[in-house]
């Protein structure tokens, strides 16, 4: 998997919050909020939602991906 854009800490506080508030299921709730922007036709909060998904996909991952600091 490549590693996901992170658009400032606004969009990892996002994925932090779900994470905290959703557990295992934050995927499931960013993908929702994602659909649910479509479905309102607001395509910037839909790519966010999406881009909220991949980061929490990395962030769950066990092993570590690229370069480590």
Do not use: K
């Not at 506080?13 to 909020?33: H, N, P, V």
């Amino acid at each position: 998997m490549d590693t996901p854009f992170i658009n400032g800490r606004a969009s990892l506080a996002d994925a932090a919050l779900l994470l905290e508030t959703y557990g295992d299921d934050a995927g499931f709730e960013a993908a929702a909020r994602a659909e649910h922007s479509r479905d309102q036709g607001n395509v910037i909060r839909f790519c966010h939602w999406r881009q909220i998904e991949r980061v929490i996909v990395t962030l769950t991952d066990p092993e570590v991906h690229g370069t480590i600091h």
